[in-house]
């Protein structure tokens, strides 16, 4: 079992950043694929971005790309979400997950840990 806590949510203005952060309770989470994806009241889950075992393959949703950055480190375990140039549509709750496969997969059931959640909020 794979624990995870994310952290750095918050209120923002448009065009600000905020930096999330993941930790997990184990160290055995090192080979597997992190993810963040995001939900929004009222849409499904969606795909944010992706970084595989050693951080040499990372994968952004469109809407993000150019803006927020996905990064991990081995030693703390832990993976992060930089956010750039936040826009309002960007208000979500944003779920850290863990895929034990080494393929990056986009699609939120192919994860199979998932964390409680941290809510950003992006105002115009």
């Known amino acids: 079992q794979v624990q995870l806590v994310e952290s750095g949510g918050g209120l923002v203005q448009a065009g600000g950043s905020l930096r999330l952060s993941c930790a997990a309770s184990?160290?055995?989470?090192?080979?597997?694929?992190m993810g963040w994806f995001r939900q929004a009241p009222g849409k499904e889950r969606e795909f944010v971005a992706a970084?595989?075992?050693?951080?040499?393959?990372?994968v952004y949703a469109d809407s993000v790309k150019g803006r927020f950055t996905i990064s991990r480190d081995g030693a703390r375990n832990t993976v992060d979400l930089q956010m750039n140039s936040l826009k309002p549509d960007d208000t979500a709750l944003y779920y850290c997950?863990?895929?034990?496969?080494?393929?990056?997969?986009?699609?939120?059931?192919?994860?199979?840990?998932w964390g409680q959640g941290t809510q950003v909020t992006v105002s115009s």
């Open positions: 997950a863990v895929d034990r496969r080494v393929i990056v997969s986009t699609t939120p059931n192919d994860y199979d840990f």
């Open positions: 184990t160290r055995t989470f090192s080979p597997y694929t």
């Open positions: 970084i595989n075992w050693n951080g040499g393959r990372t």
